[in-house]
């Protein structure tokens, strides 16, 4: 389900629409690890086997598969779809297994250093907020200046975002304002 290049607003997709359908799919992706770490305190409780590191894995896993199963699909995740971007290659086409799969290694990647820093910062102070702080602004600013707003799992991952069009009004909708 690929929207047509016609219908394709030129304009990039600027941080803010890309942070909206993140924030859309952190809380639906919370929702499957809530399931997911249920299932594993149910584990604990019927056997006594605990191991962090497994549900730690087992959460990456669940994520890869979510993005994974919406960009290959549809190019969208359910997030994507409320903000109308979607996800495709350099060349307008829709996004393959590796792709998927290196877009969502890089994005997790980028989340954790920024995890990294926030506990450097809490346990060493001022110059490791200072230092992650110019981390985090030089890739939003290397994403500033690229033409189509790329960040740098885009780049890596050879895809990007672009604007589709939006659902069409109700008719309903439409006779009222007519």
Request: net charge positive; hydrophobic share 55%.
């Given at each position: 389900m690929t929207t047509p290049s016609s219908e394709i607003d030129p304009r990039p997709v600027g941080l803010l629409r890309r942070l909206?359908?993140?924030v859309y799919d952190a809380l639906l992706l919370l929702a499957i690890w809530m399931i997911l770490g249920l299932a594993f305190?149910?584990?604990?409780?019927?056997t006594g086997f605990h191991?962090?590191?497994l549900n730690f894995v087992a959460n990456l896993v669940a994520g890869w598969a979510f993005f994974y199963w919406f960009w290959t699909r549809t190019g969208q995740t359910l997030g994507m779809q409320s903000w109308n971007i979607q996800?495709?290659?350099q060349h307008g086409q829709p996004v393959g297994a590796w792709p998927a799969t290196l877009r969502?290694?890089?994005a997790v990647a980028q989340?954790?250093?920024l995890l990294?820093?926030?506990?450097?910062?809490?346990?060493?102070g001022n110059l490791a907020i200072i230092l992650v702080t110019a981390v985090v602004l030089f890739g939003l600013g290397l994403s500033a200046i690229h033409?189509?707003?790329?960040?740098?799992?885009d780049w890596l991952s050879g895809t990007e975002l672009v604007r589709i069009p939006g659902l069409a009004r109700p008719r309903w909708r439409q006779k009222s304002e007519g």
């Open positions: 909206g359908a993140v305190v149910l584990l604990n409780a019927a191991s962090t590191r996800l495709r290659t969502y290694l890089v989340w954790l250093f990294l820093g926030i506990w450097l910062a809490r346990e060493y033409d189509r707003r790329w960040m740098l799992h």
